[in-house]
Each structure stands twice: as structure tokens, then as C-alpha cells.
């Protein structure tokens, strides 16, 4: 039999390892059902670890290292197969430069002047015209020169840098009044909630993040452009409605977990493939679920159709929404709209990388009682990013208008991403898993923010309500506001831009510490410099176990260095879901003489993917006017601190929040704000030193949450 092979065999039905002299290979022929395993894992997780190399190996009943060159041959293999097709097209599209070149020179031959239909220009006239146009382009700066001149030497105000504008950054317009101590080295301010205002939305520094920065100017759209974004957004509904509608073969169980995904075989023998991002390391993410939520399907258009409102529905996970052209307004008939948007997504921690993408969006009604909401990537010149690194195929929702105010939502996304900045190995399973930015993590969004505005909705106060300190239904609303504002601004501050990394103190577990700096001039939280640090890792324990430890009270005092070690009490308390663990509210440490004028104000959620505890101390003339109602949340400062836990991305059949044991490992990200100077910065300020501060409190207070959790370094 002749073994003489490459070892990138193009069928993947064998693997080869070296003998021991090094001269000859031994060849392993695997089973169909061996190779089916591996190429739908492929599909979905083409650099497997170790401990998902050892799953499969025990599974196919093969060798680890047979699964490792396997993959190593396939991805060789696919990498070819990319590169050849990228080849193909790119000579398609040299022929077809090439004759639109030429058509091009005989449409100059023949070309004439379009004022008076005259023959087309000799080389002497054109190079008159340059000379006169040339002359007049001089004449016009020196002009520019003179006044100028004439306005700085009269007092005029100079254009500043952009360095001097580099660290003016962060969320939200409202101005911090406190006069406390303590507060004032931990308080800031935030985004308002209701109603933002995109032009206040948070101005990040793109020089510091490895993310494309969208344009900031866009000229008027011309008719032909209007009619390709219009027929690419009907492609996008009818492609969404058919892979909505259609189950198997099309939609696939998952071979990692039970989710479904698209197989892509199918899908490309059924829509036209066009792949936008031309690099070996590109992968498909693809999803679908289905959630019923309490709210009016006319609402739920409307906020989708508002990126303000997109923006506040999904504030954990949309760091920024805004509309670029509205191409067709809201029929108020039928809620038909398209528009063109600038949507920017980050989650979890600063070691997950955004994705920004420029969208459009339509909505169209189907019948009395159903919608569908498309996006689809928009790639015209002149409108996407230079290079993107992801894009967005026809994705979006069916909306179903169901009795007593409810709403039936199936959500799909479909994704084609580039992963040219690899993702931690902490989230690297959570993202490649589909538990990343996938329908799940939407659909799970969208049904707590539904009950959220609901409850919130309601003028009396509810049975399950701890009244408390706060008197009255607008002074609950109050702190569910301020509530709501302390998670947008806490997941805006993740993004981080502008860190230092502590990578000395990085563990096998942990990601080390990252801080930001940032000095703030703008009204919404106090003018001075803010620090912000924060650190993920891993701990054996189920998110649900984190969540209640980290919202229990009575450990509290021992890891908040707020509570200054006395115990915490609750003194105002509301639920903001149907789980009695979804709760905001009033906390104030007791028997501590130094922090008796201060309160802490809460925020906390957990659903099927993890969760969030979200706090900011507040002075208690602060804390009043909140409780009171008599003021706008929206102008309180805060400057919230907190923990984001996640599920690690590997499969729990049965996880606790339906009732079941909880095997998966939580992820957890703690970050912390501290203003470390007022308005006025001194020239002898050590920006080392206050980093140095907050990274020591960070790592203090982590150390103490894993000793009172038992989490060894080692785990």
C-alpha cells in the first residue's frame, strides 16, 4: 500500500505521526462518524485547548495528540482553500478593472463639454485651466494666512491640540455637588438614562483602542446609493423571515453545546455568499433563540427603531448607538423604517474586544400582529470602516404581538468575525462558544430590561417593595433610575481606553490588573482626574455561588473597604424582575463614625448567563434628594464600582437558575473608580503613584474574596 501523502491530506480522513527514527510516518485512516465529529467542531472552534482536545480524544476514542494534528493539517488545509479563493477573486476582479478601463478610453475619445456640447479640451487649454486654478488656490491661502494672523494678534482663541483633548473623555454631563471626604474621592457622575442624548453619549479615545474609528463626516446620499442600501436591506428581510421559518437541515444542533447554529453547507446552497473579510483567521458565529417578554409589540419597535432608546434597552451590551442617514422615516401606520447606524457592542471585561459595525436597519410590518427587524452590514465606499473585523450578515428578530401585552421575539444573529486580536484565553471559550455576543445574550437582555420597565411602570408600591427611607413611588423610581444609569456607565468604563497593564502580577488564573486614567472637565461627575482599575479571573465556583456571596450582607464589611469593616444594613430595597435576586438597593454601614453621612446605592441582576452587583457611595444629603423624587437621577453624581460574573462558555445541562446543579466555572471582572485629584491638577501630580493606589485596593480587596470563598491560587 503507498503511504506517500502530504500531510495536509485533502479528504481529512488520515493523520500521520512520526516513528522514532524520523524517517517513516505512520498514517491513521478515522471513521466517517470520527471525521463528521471533528469538521462540524472545526466549524465552530478551529484552535481547540487542551482540556477540549482531551473531550474529544476520550470521545472519538483517539490519541490527544492524533486530534491536535488534525486540526494543525485542517487549518493548514483551510488556510490554502482561503488563499486560493481569495486569488480567484481578486483576478476576477483585475479583469474586470481592466475592461472597465477600457471602456473607460474610448468613452474619453469621444467625450465632449457638457456646457455647451462642444469637443472635449486639448492639452494646451488644460493645462491653462491648472495654471488659473493653481494661482487661484494661492491667492485664496495667503488670504487664509492673513486673517489669521490678524485674529491671533488680536486676542483671538487658538485651536487646541489634540493632545490637550486626549483624556477629555468620559460618560455623561451632570456635575458631582458633593462635599464629603470620602465621597469625594469615590463619587463621578454618569450618563443620563432618560431621555439621553446621543450628543452626550460618552466620547471615547479611539487613538488608544485597537478598534476602527468610524467616519466622522458623511456626505448627503446619492440616488444610487439609496437604492442599493434599499435593495440589500430587502435581501436582508426576506433572507431573515426564510431562516427564521426553516429548522433542520438549515439549523443545527451545536456540537460544543445544545444551541442551534446554521449549518453554513446549507445556507450557501440557499443565499448568495459574500465573505467581506478576506483573512485565514475569519470565523462564522451563528444563533437563534426565542423569549416572551412583557411589553406591547408597538413599543418594541418603536425602541428599536430610536438608537437612543436601542442604546438604553441594551446598555450592558451596546457601548454606542448612533444614526448615520434615516433612508425612510417611521410610517406611524404600519411602523415601517430604515435607517443607516453606527453601532458599537463590548460585554464582560477590557480583555473582551469590542466590535463596531455600521448597519443598516429596517423594519417592516408583515401583518396586524408581526414585524421583522433586519440588519445587515453596510460595505459602500465611502461609509465602512478601512478595516473592518467584523461584519454583520442578515440578522435581526420577528416581533409577534401576543394577548394581555406580551411579545414573542425569535432572534438570530449571524455573524462573520476576524479575530485578528486573539482574546484572552479567560474568554477566548465564552466568545468561540456562541455565549459571547450571541442571540442568547440578547434575548437574556431583553426579557430582564422588559420586566425592569415594567415594574418600574407601576404607581404603587408592591408587596415584595422595602420601602424603607424612601416615601414615595417617584422616589422609587428615583433610585430605579440612578440604578439603571450606575450599570450603562459601569459597563462603559470596561472598554477602557488608554490602559497601563500590571502584567507582573498576572496568575495562571487571572488576567493581572489594567488601568485607565482619564481627566475629566465636563459637567455629570467631578472635574479632576479618575482612575479606574480592574482585573478578571477564574474561580471553581458557579456564578450563582459568586452572586450571593457578593450580595450577601452579612460578609460584606470584610472585602468593601467602604464599609470601613462594619457590618452593612439594608434601608431601602426594591425587586427589578420577576427573580426576588434582581434587586436595587440602599445600603448604609453601621456603627462607623467616619462614614455615617454616607450611603451606598446598589444595583444587582442575575440571569442564565451570569450577572452584576454595581455600587456607588453617595453623601446623604445626595441619598435624600434621590429618595425624595423631587429631583432629576439623571443630575445625581455618581462614580459606581462593581463585579461582572459570567459563565465560562463550557455546556451545564442543568444550571441552577432553572433549578439544577450549576457545573460551568464563573468568570469574574472587578473594577474600581477613584477620583484622585479635584478640578485644579498640581504640577508635582504622580499619576504612578495613584495607579499604583487603586491597583493595591484592587488586588487587596480579590485577595479576600477568594480566601472567604476557599478559591486557592491554584484552582
Not at 38 to 46: G, I, R
Not at 183 to 196: D, G, K, Q
Not at 560 to 572: K, M, R, T, Y
Amino acid at each position: 500500500m503507498d503511504f506517500n501523502h502530504d500531510s495536509s491530506s485533502s479528504n481529512g480522513l488520515e493523520t500521520f505521526m512520526n516513528t522514532t527514527n524520523g524517517d517513516n510516518k505512520i498514517y491513521h485512516r478515522h471513521s466517517n462518524h470520527q471525521i463528521q465529529k471533528l469538521e462540524a467542531y472545526f466549524k465552530e472552534c478551529p484552535h481547540p485547548d487542551d482540556s477540549q482536545r482531551h473531550k474529544l480524544s476520550e470521545e472519538l476514542k483517539l490519541k490527544p495528540k492524533q486530534i491536535k494534528f488534525w486540526f494543525q493539517n485542517k487549518r493548514t488545509q483551510a488556510k490554502a482553500q482561503i488563499e486560493k479563493a481569495i486569488n480567484a477573486s481578486l483576478r476576477a476582479e483585475n479583469i474586470r478593472i481592466r475592461r472597465e478601463n477600457e471602456v473607460i478610453q474610448v468613452a474619453l475619445k469621444t467625450v465632449t463639454c457638457p456646457p455647451c456640447g462642444g469637443p472635449r479640451l486639448g492639452e494646451e487649454e488644460r493645462e491653462l485651466s491648472l495654471q488659473k486654478l493653481h494661482a487661484h488656490n494661492a491667492y485664496l491661502k495667503g488670504q487664509h494666512e492673513q486673517i489669521l494672523g490678524f485674529v491671533n494678534s488680536n486676542g483671538g482663541h487658538s485651536i487646541p491640540s489634540v493632545n490637550s483633548l486626549a483624556y477629555h473623555q468620559g460618560p455623561s454631563p451632570y456635575a458631582s455637588t458633593s462635599s464629603n471626604p470620602h465621597v469625594s474621592y469615590r463619587t463621578s457622575s454618569n450618563h443620563p438614562i432618560e431621555p439621553p442624548s446621543l450628543e452626550r453619549e460618552p466620547n471615547t479615545c479611539h487613538e488608544h483602542l485597537n478598534i476602527a474609528q468610524p467616519p466622522q463626516h458623511f456626505q448627503p446620499l446619492s440616488q444610487m446609493e439609496k437604492m442599493m442600501m434599499s435593495e440589500t436591506m430587502i435581501s436582508a428581510v426576506t433572507e431573515i423571515i426564510r431562516l427564521i421559518h426553516i429548522e433542520e437541515p438549515m439549523w443545527i444542533k451545536s456540537s460544543i453545546d445544545d444551541r442551534l447554529v446554521i449549518d453554513q453547507e446549507n445556507y450557501e446552497k440557499s443565499f448568495t455568499k459574500i465573505s467581506h473579510l478576506k483573512s485565514p483567521s475569519a470565523r462564522i458565529e451563528s444563533s437563534k433563540e426565542v423569549v416572551v417578554v412583557p411589553m406591547d409589540a408597538r413599543n418594541l419597535v418603536d425602541m428599536f427603531s430610536d438608537t437612543e432608546k436601542w442604546a438604553r434597552l441594551f446598555s450592558t451590551i451596546v457601548n454606542e448607538a448612533k444614526t448615520i442617514h434615516v433612508l425612510e422615516s417611521m410610517d406611524t401606520q404600519r411602523q415601517n423604517f430604515s435607517q443607516l447606524m453606527y453601532e458599537q457592542l463590548h460585554i464582560l471585561s477590557p480583555l473582551v474586544p469590542p466590535r463596531e459595525f455600521m448597519i443598516l436597519r429596517c423594519c417592516q410590518q408583515i401583518e396586524d400582529d408581526l414585524w421583522v427587524i433586519a440588519d445587515v452590514s453596510c460595505h459602500h465606499v465611502n461609509i465602512d470602516f478601512e478595516s473592518p473585523t467584523s461584519s454583520k450578515r442578515p440578522s435581526g428578530c420577528l416581533i409577534q404581538a401576543l394577548p394581555n401585552g406580551l411579545s414573542k421575539v425569535t432572534w438570530m444573529e449571524h455573524v462573520e468575525v476576524n479575530d485578528k486580536v486573539r482574546t484572552h484565553r479567560i474568554y477566548r471559550d465564552l466568545l468561540c462558544g456562541g455565549f459571547g455576543y450571541g442571540a442568547r445574550r440578547w434575548t437574556v437582555t431583553l426579557e430582564r430590561m422588559c420586566e425592569r420597565l415594567s415594574l418600574s411602570s407601576i404607581s404603587v408600591f408592591l408587596t415584595t417593595d422595602y420601602a424603607g427611607v424612601v416615601k414615595t413611588i417617584e422616589g422609587k423610581r428615583s433610585v430605579m433610575n440612578l440604578g439603571e444609569r450606575m450599570l450603562k456607565n459601569f459597563a462603559w468604563i470596561l472598554k477602557m481606553s488608554g490602559n497601563y497593564d500590571f502584567s507582573q502580577l498576572s496568575e495562571t488564573n487571572s488576567s493581572g490588573v489594567r488601568v485607565s486614567v482619564r481627566v475629566n472637565s465636563e459637567a455629570g461627575q467631578p472635574a479632576g482626574l479618575i482612575v479606574c482599575a480592574a482585573s478578571s479571573l477564574c474561580l471553581p465556583l458557579s456564578p450563582l455561588q459568586v452572586y450571593n456571596f457578593l450580595t450577601n450582607l452579612e460578609f460584606r464589611h470584610q472585602w468593601d473597604v467602604l464599609c470601613l469593616g462594619n457590618p452593612a444594613a439594608e434601608v431601602a430595597g426594591f425587586f427589578t424582575g420577576t427573580d426576588d435576586k434582581n434587586r436595587v438597593n440602599i445600603l448604609q454601614p453601621t456603627s462607623a463614625t467616619e462614614n455615617a453621612d454616607m450611603m451606598i446605592i446598589q444595583d444587582s441582576f442575575i440571569d442564565a448567563l451570569g450577572g452584576m452587583v454595581v455600587y456607588a457611595p453617595v453623601d446623604l444629603n445626595t441619598a435624600y434628594a434621590a429618595v425624595s423624587g423631587q429631583v432629576n437621577p439623571s443630575g445625581i453624581p455618581i462614580l459606581p464600582s462593581g463585579f461582572i460574573i459570567s459563565r465560562d462558555g463550557h455546556h451545564s445541562t442543568s444550571p441552577e437558575l432553572d433549578g439544577g446543579r450549576d457545573y460551568s466555572t464563573a468568570l469574574l471582572t472587578v473594577a474600581f473608580q477613584i477620583l484622585v485629584s479635584g478640578p485644579t491638577l498640581s504640577g508635582d501630580l504622580q499619576i504612578e503613584e495613584s495607579t499604583a493606589t487603586v491597583n493595591t485596593l484592587i488586588t487587596s480587596t480579590l485577595q479576600r474574596i477568594k480566601v472567604m470563598l476557599n478559591c486557592n491560587e491554584g484552582k
